[in-house]
């Protein structure tokens, strides 16, 4: 996990401090992961957003993403409780932790390629981390990129495709879905049902 202070990303960091002077009273720091660390399944998501995690320091809390995600693990028995939006709604993680491929907020939702590289070994450390490990699902492009690099693994023989199952050579898979954003809700290019056939794939693993 990143230093709150963290400073390995220049531009990541500037914009931390930017949203720090103009929002006192969030979270902007990186933001850690959610959820257990006996967790036999890890979602990796993208980024922060700016008024999301950023702001409530929870993974997918606060933005449009969130309500889809947390919707489907609830209804999927992978949380408890309710999501009200907030880090302090009290809901649970149940065999699930979520965390992203970039800890801090990028602006315009984009990191660069070396943000994404350096922020790589947080990763790949938060994959170490996991004993129970069985199921990581991607959510979007570059979050499957960063999985497979963490891992070790050459793109090539990992094509991102959504609802793709990638048995992995340590017995564990690697499922893809695209991103729960808004823009790919909007236009129907991630519908309700979709992610939801997305996860019932990866209960087929825990």
């Known amino acids: 996990m990143p230093a709150a202070d963290c400073t390995l990303c220049p531009r990541l960091a500037a914009f931390r401090a930017g949203n720090a002077a103009a929002h006192p009273d969030w979270f902007n720091a990186p933001v850690p992961s959610f959820g257990p660390a006996d967790a036999g399944l890890l979602v990796v998501g993208l980024a922060p957003g700016v008024r999301g995690a950023n702001r409530t320091g929870r993974p997918f809390t606060g933005d449009f993403a969130g309500d889809l995600l947390y919707a489907t693990l609830l209804e999927h028995g992978l949380a408890d409780g309710v999501y009200a939006a907030c880090a302090d709604d009290g809901l649970t993680l149940s065999g ?18 070396d943000e994404i590289n350096t922020c790589r070994t947080f990763l790949k450390d938060e994959i170490a981390s996991l004993p129970h490990l069985r199921v990581i699902l991607a959510l979007g492009k570059i979050a499957h990129d960063a999985v497979v690099r963490a891992l070790g693994l050459r793109l090539s023989a990992h094509p991102f495709a959504h609802g793709r199952d990638h048995a992995l050579p340590d017995g564990r898979h690697l499922i893809d879905s695209y991103h729960c954003s808004r823009y790919n809700q909007n236009t129907r290019r991630l519908t309700p049902e979709m992610f939801r056939q997305a996860v019932r794939r990866v209960l087929a693993y825990l």
């Open 96 to 113: 699930c932790r979520i965390t992203n491929a970039v800890r801090c907020v990028p602006p315009e939702n984009k990191p660069t390629t």
